[in-house]
């Protein structure tokens, strides 16, 4: 074959002597081997015609228009053998032209596999995918695309997700706009034809007209005119069922309407009985004398009233109407909101709840939780022992000093100013007390007790070496001199705003106070030793109540009008935010072993916290009638106490369990009473005797109650 362009050797042979049988050379060949003559399915690397070859062959072909082209599908030999029995060669005659595509029968693209009108999933476990016009098999081709294949080209390829594999050929083939419109508009539940209307107007093909024609002109069958035998055994035996009773006529239907009892089944002893459940419709108020055609003149409305009852909303009129005068019942006009309230009275009938409510019949004595009795809950305080006599008054301006046993006032320090606070030092290595007078704080060492310790007291007190540098501090420190000092007095801290409360830190030497103000130098903290003050906030949060140390950890609790907060004091931060569901704040008292807070309000609310288990309280206790004015835990044993200015002293059992999947026992034990209420004050503070439990009371009656 001439590699194509122009020449004029078209009336050549296209295939010599030679070439003929070089070709059934290899026909044998590929008989031997079965190789594939799938069209276009091998890849770049097989052994087949490449394109480029294929287009010269064409474009060769074409022009030199050979005599005995082979026709598609057609072996060589067969091809031969027809030209031999014409008698000629090949390329002898010359056919017709016409269409080339005349015998194509199959509208796939490669008509060369003749696979037939059959589901490709049968060749799914083969590895050829049908037979050629020789019966041959044409194999699959060979994918040697992996994943990262495949996903490059999904990423370089911008038409990749509009490419798909026809099954029939293994070709991708490139669907175009048409083709992807469609599949969309499947996808989305439509017909696949743009133009076909789904809600076309209905044609009935049966018309309510009679026609004269039949719509079929089929011809009648022969069995529409002769009777059916089987029909007529099928009637035979039926009437011998009915003559024998085997088959027996329905009965006429009544048409009388049923009704159902809906309590015909019911139980009579239920609670919910019909019977029991009866509630019966409202009544109307009896008309009085405001209905009368001819009140009394005293129910008659004045011109204010009935200009008044005007400008109200309907509602909140007593009455729906003005009462009117009448001479007599004839001169009485129709009633103008007759309707309206038949109206209104049909509305009260049907939408009345006619379900009674029930009554849970339930024995108060298994609402009380059950609680252990108070006499297996013992010691704690339940009788008044003694009562410390000497102050001539709340405000008398002394403080006194006394001894528990025998009720003896054994000092009395006279105090310039009322006193508001005061503190023993909880260490056991100094006899000191923090006393808040006023604007100061005296720290007094009143002499009692060992000798040894007061005296070691003072040298501690008096071992102080002032700074070279003076640092700026919130608070004046002053040494006592003259008569303060032969009373006690070593040390006077000025405060610029009254100091209303002091408490000391368990080591000793650090103390806290609480002066009345607003600004962020509510709270201070005071070192004894190195006679240092600071103030710990930058701002304030609210009006502060109280303040306390925490008995264990470098915590500091910050008591306001509705909230507690507690501080770390080493990492200097807000640690938690108890929410006390109180108006008003008293009190505080904080557990020995540290993990449980209780605190007093005015509202007469005691709130214990479990500070391990939540921000809110775990139990609100309302025992009290009026406000409270302090609470406090004993030292070592299981008890806390409320005092309040209704003039009792509550004495509770409070058991912390150190398992922490068990809640505390809260169990109130004894009323204390004896204070007397001065100017509605009673209880002011409570404190429990460090080893032994006993209770001690300060009331507004200027007297100090021992409770044993």
Same mark, same amino acid.
């Given at each position: 074959?001439?590699? $194509?362009?122009?020449?004029?050797?078209?009336?050549?042979?296209?295939?010599? !002597?030679?070439?003929?049988?070089?070709?059934?050379?290899?026909?044998?060949?590929?008989?031997?081997?079965?190789?594939?003559?799938?069209?276009?399915?091998?890849?770049?690397?097989?052994?087949?015609?490449?394109?480029?070859?294929?287009?010269?062959?064409?474009?060769?072909?074409?022009?030199?228009?050979?005599?005995?082209?082979?026709?598609?599908?057609?072996?060589?030999?067969?091809?031969?053998?027809?030209?031999?029995?014409?008698?000629?060669?090949?390329?002898?005659?010359?056919?017709?032209?016409?269409?080339?595509?005349?015998?194509?029968?199959?509208?796939?693209?490669?008509?060369?596999?003749?696979?037939?009108?059959?589901?490709?999933?049968?060749?799914?476990?083969?590895?050829?995918?049908?037979?050629?016009?020789?019966? *041959?098999?044409?194999?699959?081709?060979?994918?040697? *695309?992996?994943?990262?294949?495949?996903?490059?080209?999904?990423?370089?390829?911008?038409?990749?997700?509009?490419?798909? &594999?026809?099954?029939?050929?293994?070709?991708?083939?490139?669907?175009?706009?048409?083709?992807?419109?469609?599949?969309?508009?499947?996808? %989305?539940?439509?017909?696949?034809?743009?133009?076909?209307?789904?809600?076309?107007? =209905?044609?009935?093909?049966?018309?309510?007209?009679?026609?004269?024609?039949?719509?079929?002109?089929?011809?009648?069958?022969?069995?529409?005119?002769?009777?059916?035998?089987?029909?007529?055994?099928?009637?035979?035996?039926?009437?011998? =069922?009915?003559?024998?009773?085997?088959?027996?006529?329905?009965?006429?239907?009544?048409?009388?309407?049923?009704?159902?009892?809906?309590?015909?089944?019911?139980?009579?002893?239920?609670?919910?009985?019909?019977?029991?459940?009866?509630?019966?419709?409202?009544?109307?108020?009896?008309?009085?004398?405001?209905?009368?055609?001819?009140?009394?003149?005293?129910?008659?409305?004045?011109?204010?009233?009935?200009?008044?009852?005007?400008?109200?909303?309907?509602?909140?009129?007593? #009455?729906?109407?003005?009462?009117?005068?009448?001479?007599?019942?004839? %001169?009485?006009?129709?009633?103008?909101?007759?309707?309206?309230?038949?109206?209104?009275?049909?509305?009260?009938?049907? #939408?009345?709840?006619? &379900?009674?409510?029930?009554?849970?019949?339930?024995?108060?004595?298994?609402?009380?939780?059950?609680?252990?009795?108070?006499?297996?809950?013992?010691?704690?305080?339940?009788?008044?022992? +003694?009562?410390?006599?000497?102050?001539?008054?709340?405000?008398?301006?002394?403080?006194?000093?006394?001894?528990?046993?025998?009720?003896?006032?054994?000092?009395?320090?006279?105090?310039?100013?009322?006193?508001?606070?005061?503190?023993?030092?909880?260490?056991?290595? #100094?006899?000191?007390?923090?006393?808040?007078?006023?604007?100061?704080?005296?720290?007094?060492?009143?002499? +009692?007790?060992?000798?040894?310790?007061?005296?070691?007291?003072?040298? #501690?007190?008096?071992?102080?070496?002032?700074?070279?540098?003076?640092?700026?501090?919130?608070?004046?420190?002053?040494?006592?001199?003259?008569?303060?000092?032969?009373?006690?007095?070593? +040390?006077?801290?000025?405060?610029?705003?009254?100091?209303?409360?002091?408490?000391?830190?368990?080591?000793?030497?650090?103390?806290?106070?609480?002066?009345?103000?607003?600004?962020?130098?509510?709270?201070?903290?005071?070192?004894?030793?190195?006679?240092?003050?600071?103030?710990?906030?930058?701002?304030?949060?609210?009006?502060?109540?109280?303040?306390?140390?925490?008995?264990?950890?470098?915590?500091?609790?910050?008591?306001?009008?509705?909230?507690?907060?507690?501080?770390?004091?080493?990492?200097?931060?807000?640690?938690?935010?108890?929410?006390?569901?109180?108006?008003?704040?008293?009190?505080?008292?904080?557990?020995?072993?540290?993990?449980?807070?209780?605190?007093?309000?005015?509202?007469?609310?005691?709130?214990?916290?479990?500070?391990?288990?939540?921000?809110?309280?775990?139990?609100?206790?309302?025992?009290?009638?009026?406000?409270?004015?302090?609470?406090?835990?004993?030292?070592?044993?299981?008890?806390?106490?409320?005092?309040?200015?209704?003039?009792?002293?509550?004495?509770?059992?409070?058991?912390?369990?150190?398992?922490?999947?068990?809640?505390?026992?809260?169990?109130?034990?004894?009323?204390?009473? $004896?204070?007397?209420?001065?100017?509605?004050?009673?209880?002011?503070?409570?404190?429990?005797?460090?080893?032994?439990?006993?209770?001690?009371?300060?009331?507004?009656? =200027? !007297?100090? %109650?021992?409770?044993?």
């Amino acid at each position: 074959m001439k590699p $194509g362009g122009g020449g004029e050797g078209g009336s050549e042979p296209l295939f010599g !002597t030679g070439a003929l049988e070089e070709l059934d050379e290899a026909n044998d060949d590929l008989t031997d081997s079965e190789e594939s003559i799938f069209s276009g399915l091998e890849e770049s690397g097989s052994d087949s015609i490449t394109d480029e070859e294929e287009e010269e062959d064409r474009d060769s072909s074409a022009e030199e228009k050979p005599e005995g082209l082979l026709r598609p599908g057609k072996s060589v030999e067969k091809e031969l053998q027809s030209c031999e029995k014409e008698g000629g060669t090949p390329t002898d005659q010359e056919p017709p032209l016409g269409n080339e595509y005349e015998e194509d029968s199959s509208d796939e693209e490669d008509i060369r596999n003749t696979v037939g009108n059959i589901p490709m999933e049968w060749y799914e476990e083969f590895p050829h995918i049908g037979y050629n016009l020789d019966g *041959k098999k044409i194999f699959k081709p060979i994918h040697t *695309k992996d994943e990262l294949d495949k996903f490059l080209e999904k990423m370089e390829n911008p038409d990749y997700w509009r490419t798909v &594999q026809d099954k029939m050929t293994g070709v991708d083939v490139k669907l175009t706009d048409e083709q992807v419109e469609l599949v969309n508009r499947l996808q %989305r539940g439509q017909f696949g034809d743009v133009n076909f209307n789904p809600y076309e107007p =209905a044609v009935d093909f049966f018309s309510s007209q009679v026609m004269i024609h039949p719509v079929t002109n089929r011809p009648a069958d022969k069995r529409s005119f002769i009777p059916s035998l089987i029909e007529k055994e099928k009637v035979s035996r039926l009437v011998h =069922a009915i003559k024998m009773g085997w088959i027996k006529p329905r009965k006429p239907k009544e048409d009388t309407p049923s009704f159902y009892d809906l309590w015909a089944h019911e139980d009579p002893n239920s609670i919910l009985g019909r019977h029991k459940m009866h509630v019966p419709a409202p009544k109307l108020p009896l008309p009085g004398h405001e209905e009368s055609y001819n009140p009394p003149p005293e129910y008659l409305p004045t011109e204010e009233e009935k200009l008044s009852w005007d400008l109200q909303e309907p509602s909140e009129r007593k #009455l729906n109407f003005l009462p009117q005068r009448f001479d007599c019942l004839r %001169r009485v006009p129709a009633y103008p909101r007759f309707i309206h309230e038949r109206f209104e009275r049909c509305l009260d009938l049907y #939408l009345c709840p006619r &379900q009674r409510k029930m009554r849970v019949n339930v024995d108060p004595e298994d609402l009380i939780p059950k609680l252990p009795k108070p006499q297996d809950l013992q010691p704690f305080p339940s009788v008044q022992s +003694l009562v410390y006599r000497g102050h001539t008054g709340s405000d008398d301006g002394t403080v006194k000093f006394w001894e528990i046993s025998t009720a003896r006032c054994l000092k009395t320090l006279p105090v310039q100013g009322v006193v508001k606070s005061v503190a023993w030092n909880p260490s056991p290595t #100094l006899c000191l007390v923090g006393i808040a007078v006023e604007q100061s704080v005296l720290l007094v060492n009143p002499g +009692l007790g060992d000798k040894l310790l007061c005296g070691a007291t003072d040298q #501690l007190l008096e071992a102080f070496v002032p700074p070279e540098e003076e640092r700026p501090q919130p608070v004046r420190w002053e040494e006592a001199s003259g008569e303060e000092h032969s009373r006690g007095v070593r +040390l006077i801290v000025r405060h610029g705003k009254p100091v209303k409360q002091v408490t000391w830190h368990r080591k000793g030497d650090y103390l806290a106070t609480v002066v009345s103000d607003n600004s962020h130098l509510q709270v201070l903290i005071h070192q004894a030793s190195k006679r240092w003050s600071q103030a710990p906030f930058r701002r304030s949060k609210g009006q502060v109540q109280r303040v306390l140390f925490h008995p264990l950890r470098p915590y500091f609790f910050v008591a306001t009008q509705r909230f507690v907060r507690v501080y770390n004091l080493l990492k200097q931060e807000l640690t938690k935010k108890l929410l006390t569901n109180c108006k008003w704040l008293s009190s505080m008292a904080v557990h020995p072993g540290g993990d449980n807070l209780i605190c007093g309000s005015y509202d007469s609310k005691l709130a214990w916290f479990d500070l391990d288990l939540s921000t809110k309280p775990y139990r609100v206790l309302r025992h009290h009638k009026a406000a409270l004015r302090a609470v406090a835990f004993h030292p070592h044993y299981p008890l806390f106490a409320s005092g309040s200015d209704d003039g009792s002293v509550i004495v509770c059992h409070g058991t912390v369990y150190n398992d922490l999947l068990q809640n505390p026992l809260l169990v109130p034990v004894k009323v204390l009473k $004896g204070h007397a209420l001065t100017h509605d004050l009673g209880v002011l503070d409570v404190a429990f005797h460090p080893s032994q439990p006993w209770l001690f009371s300060a009331g507004a009656d =200027a !007297t100090i %109650r021992l409770f044993t």
